[in-house]
Nanobody, 125 residues
Framework: QVQLMESGGDLVQAGGSLTLSCVAS????????IGWFRQAPGKEREGIGC???????DYVDAVKGRFTISRDNAKNTVSLHLYSLKPEDTAVYYC???????????????????WGRGTQVTVSS
């Protein structure tokens, strides 16, 4: 079964850090880009950033400097590192895959075809 699964979501205090993982099952991530997205209650899904198969990264301006993405193909895993968390970062965080390359352009979610089920990040004041 081809599947992506997010993990690592937690309740953290404002200013804290967290690392989320996206693990692929049933296929190898070495030829895939992974994008990270989030959706807060009552708000639209928004893109965060992505990492291409060649390890190039692209982030939306809203998170540059606070969130970073890395990949470990040997572990079939892409990680999202969250720093200096704010209450407004509270959301369900999703990973998704597409072949080879990615850019966090408007409507980027449309070209990611395989999605995980999400992991909850809650940041307290």
């Amino acid at each position: 079964q081809v599947q992506l699964m997010e993990s690592g979501g937690d309740l953290v205090q404002a200013g804290g850090s967290l690392t989320l993982s996206c693990v692929a099952s049933g296929f190898s991530l070495d030829e895939y880009a992974i994008g990270w997205f989030r959706q807060a209650p009552g708000k639209e899904r928004e893109g965060i950033g992505c990492i291409s198969s060649d390890a190039r990264t692209d982030y939306v301006d809203a998170v540059k400097g606070r969130f970073t993405i890395s990949r470990d193909n040997a572990k079939n895993t892409v990680s999202l590192h969250l720093y200096s968390l704010k209450p407004e970062d509270t959301a369900v965080y999703y990973c998704a895959s597409r072949k080879f390359q990615c850019e966090m352009i408007p409507q980027a979610a449309l070209y990611f075809g395989n999605w995980g089920r999400g992991t909850q990040v809650t940041v307290s004041s």
